[in-house]
DNA sequence: CCAGTACATTGATGTATGTCGATATGCCAC
DNA sequence: GTGGCATATCGACATACATCAATGTACTGG
């Protein structure tokens, strides 16, 4: 039932404005919805993706805030679960990277229109 | 109590990949996340949207889902309290229709490419 | 005015979430 | 191995959230 006409769709309006989504399809995007829905992890991926090379150890992004270390900790690990983020062990420290997949699967939501290159692009890059 | 300036606020700000968000803009746009990270109201948002005239009575939604019609309410009180529905009133149905201005502010985050005159079309198109 | 329909609000309840301090784990240098 | 640093996990707490049944409000038709 979710037919997806990429092309029309995507360039009048987003699947969110144009297809009812599916029930099942509400309860998969949801949770990358609700990993993204607090200030903190928002700010997290935008520091972590603008980092060079786009990722970033905890060490740097813990002095970014004014949250104790465990709390970082914590909202690191909720945005790993649902995929946004990957993680690296390097040594003593810990790198996380922005995954482009999951990061565009929100984005379709809204009609994002990308190269299709693009999303496996940075992960090539690197 | 609930001070945010949904839209205004947020429709400036950087997108998430590319500029580290201020603490400011990641708590403007937190609260638009939060209310799309719902299944229920994913669904809602996307059944206004795909309705004709992009807007829908309450009767039309309650029976979508297999809800109390309260909580129904409840969580179209939540997607207009942050400004993406707009509610009114016509004798004794009330119709949510989206407002496309909050749903781009949201979109910008993931950085959307939109034809340039397409993002101000379905404001002034109505 | 009365009854009925459409929607919102209230109050209650169970569950999830954000935060911290304390503690555990894993790696490195000496 | 011992001590120290980087990160994760645990346990506890307060707050927020989704949901429902019951009730309230506002409009409509007779």
């Given at each position: 039932m979710l037919d997806l006409t990429p092309v029309e769709a995507v360039a009048c309006c987003s699947p969110l404005m144009s297809t009812p989504l599916s029930k099942e399809a509400a309860e998969g995007i949801a949770p990358l919805l609700k990993a993204l829905a607090d200030p903190v992890r928002l700010r997290l991926m935008s520091l972590v993706a603008a980092h060079e090379n786009a990722e970033a150890c905890v060490c740097d992004l813990n002095d970014a805030?004014?949250?104790s270390q465990p709390t970082i900790s914590h909202h690191l690990k909720v945005l790993h679960e649902v995929g946004l983020l990957d993680r690296t062990k390097r040594g003593t420290w810990v790198y996380y990277r922005v995954n482009p997949d999951a990061v565009a699967a929100v984005a379709n939501l809204f009609g994002v229109v990308r190269a299709?290159?693009?999303?496996s692009a940075p992960a090539g890059a690197r």
């Open positions: 805030f004014d949250l299709a290159g693009e999303a």
